[in-house]
C-alpha cells in the first residue's frame, strides 16, 4: 500500500517537472515568434509602405535618364543650328524626349507595383508559416494536457485499486 502511493507521488512529481519544463519551452517559443512576427511586419512597413521612387534603382534610372536626355537636347540643339532644322523639328525632338520620360515613369510605376507586390506576399507567407507555428504549438499543447489527464487518471486508477487490494 504505501509502495502504491510512492509509485503515485513519483509519477505526479515527474508530470509536474515534465509540465514545467515544456511550459518554459513553449513560453521561449512563443517569445520567438513573437519577435519573428514584429520583424516581418516592420520590414513589411519599411518596404510595403514606402515611397518606392526613393529607392536605389529607381533614383539611378531616374538619374540615367535625366543624363542621356540632357546629352540628346544638347547633341540636337547643336543638329539644329549646324543644319538649320525648323521649330517643327526641334519640336519633334522634343516630344520623343518627353515620350522617353512618359515612358520610363510608367515603368517605374511597374517596377514598384511589382516590388510592393512581391513584399505583401513574402509578409503574408511568413504571417502565414507563424500562425501554422502557433496552431501547431497549441495543438501540442492541448495533447499534453490530454496526456497528462490519462496520466493521473491511469495513476489514480492503480493507486485506488492497490489500496483496495491492500483493504482485503
Known amino acids: 500500500m504505501i509502495g502504491a502511493a510512492i509509485g503515485a507521488g513519483l509519477g505526479l512529481a515527474g508530470s509536474i517537472f ?9 513560453r521561449k517559443m512563443n517569445q520567438y515568434l513573437n519577435t519573428q512576427d514584429a520583424e ?11 515611397d518606392y521612387t526613393q529607392r ?18 544638347k547633341r540636337s540643339e547643336n543638329m539644329a543650328v549646324v543644319t538649320g532644322a525648323t ?20 515603368n517605374i ?8 507586390d ?17 496552431m501547431g504549438m497549441m495543438g501540442q499543447k492541448a495533447q499534453s494536457y490530454e ?4 496520466t493521473g487518471l491511469n495513476l489514480l486508477g492503480g493507486s485506488v485499486g492497490n489500496i483496495v487490494e491492500g483493504l482485503f
Not at 515534465?18 to 513553449?26: D, F, L, S
Open 87 to 106: 521649330p517643327e523639328q526641334q519640336a519633334v525632338a522634343k516630344e520623343q524626349s518627353n515620350k522617353a520620360i512618359s515612358d520610363t515613369f510608367s
Open 18 to 26: 515534465g509540465g514545467n519544463k515544456a511550459g518554459k519551452q513553449r
Open 118 to 134: 512581391q513584399v505583401t506576399n513574402r509578409y503574408l507567407n511568413r504571417r502565414e508559416n507563424i500562425a501554422n507555428q502557433r
Open 147 to 150: 496526456n497528462l489527464m490519462n
Open 40 to 50: 516581418n511586419t516592420a520590414y513589411y512597413n519599411a518596404n510595403a509602405l514606402s
Open 56 to 73: 536605389a534603382d529607381t533614383q539611378n534610372l531616374m538619374k540615367q535618364l535625366r543624363d542621356n536626355l540632357s546629352k540628346n537636347n
Open 109 to 116: 510605376g511597374a517596377m514598384g507595383q511589382q516590388w510592393k
